[in-house]
């Protein structure tokens, strides 16, 4: 049975699709994992991915992701997956198409391919236009050309990029995810993102040792998004986010859900700046 806390990528017995019950989707998600081999270039302290380690996404079957692509959202459509899987009425239907999975996915060298085979599967099955495709990223690819080449096709497909952006200071980047990079690099591939695909900025919010995001850093946060307005870039909106399912990384103990109050507090603070926040316990 699906569940909001229950998004292994074994669940429907395939290599890189996956259904999902998503809070931000809004219903069924189907995700697409390109990082077979659990591995990323970030290690973020909150990351579900068992076994995760350092690295770049494997070589993708293409041919492989197109046939279970195609099988598992004609099921969806025309077959009892629904019923099977007991989910309520009103998350029946599919929201999305989620680029994911267990790592950096436009780490693959085949992504503007890996792009271009789920443009044409939604056209064969009548989608197109219909349904979103979302590509859920750290943004450290988007300065490469292939990547770039994707980004540009994705949009074409009605897509849209969820960029992360756990924190606006170095040290917070670092303790968070893992990464020393620097603020404007950050700010850089951001721009970029925005300027070839619609974007929407997600950050996660939990305590750390029993206390939420520290002030200093909200205050960091809020200079980087007023930055954003005033550079007039085109992003779409913040959503924040919480932990719905329990760290595998060594700080999982260290981790906890912050209090919605606080959560619905800091979305103000975000929505004073003018810009549109989403929120997602």
């Given at each position: 049975m699906l569940t909001i806390s229950n998004h292994s990528r074994d669940s429907a017995g395939l290599t890189y699709v996956y259904p999902v019950l998503s809070r931000r989707a809004?219903?069924?998600?189907?995700?697409?994992?390109?990082?077979?081999n659990n591995a990323c270039n970030w290690r973020c302290v909150y990351c579900q991915v068992p076994g995760l380690i350092r690295g770049n996404a494997p070589a993708i079957n293409l041919d492989q992701l197109e046939r279970e692509l195609h099988a598992f959202l004609d099921e969806v459509l025309h077959g009892d997956f629904f019923a099977?899987?007991?989910?309520?009425?009103?998350?029946?239907?599919?929201?999305?198409?989620?680029?994911?999975?267990?790592?950096?996915?436009?780490?693959?060298?085949?992504?503007?391919?890996?792009?271009?085979?789920?443009?044409?599967v939604i056209t064969e099955l009548g989608m197109a236009g219909q349904i979103k495709i979302v590509l859920i990223t750290n943004g450290s690819f988007v300065n490469r050309s292939i990547v770039q080449k994707g980004?540009?096709?994705?949009?074409?497909?009605?897509?849209?990029?969820?960029?992360?952006?756990?924190?606006?200071?170095?040290?917070?980047?670092?303790?968070?995810?893992g990464v020393s990079i620097s603020v404007d690099s950050v700010r850089r591939n951001l721009r970029t993102a925005v300027r070839l695909c619609p974007t929407w900025i997600?950050?996660?919010?939990?305590?750390?040792?029993?206390?939420?995001?520290p002030n200093a850093e909200r205050e960091a946060y809020i200079q980087f998004i007023e930055g954003l307005l005033y550079e007039c870039l085109p992003v779409r909106g913040v959503m924040l986010y919480g932990l719905a399912r329990p760290s595998l990384q060594p700080e999982a103990a260290r981790l906890s859900v912050v209090a919605g109050e606080w959560m619905d507090q800091f979305a103000e603070q975000i929505r004073q700046t003018g810009i549109v926040v989403k929120v997602n316990q």
């Open positions: 809004g219903g069924l998600s189907v995700g697409i994992n390109l990082n077979t099977v899987n007991r989910i309520p009425a009103e998350n029946q239907m599919i929201r999305d198409i989620a680029i994911s999975g267990n790592g950096e996915p436009t780490t693959a060298r085949e992504f503007p391919e890996v792009i271009d085979l789920i443009g044409r980004l540009v096709r994705l949009a074409e497909l009605n897509g849209e990029i969820w960029f992360k952006l756990d924190s606006a200071t170095r040290a917070g980047i670092k303790k968070i995810n997600q950050t996660c919010i939990f305590s750390l040792d029993g206390l939420p995001t």
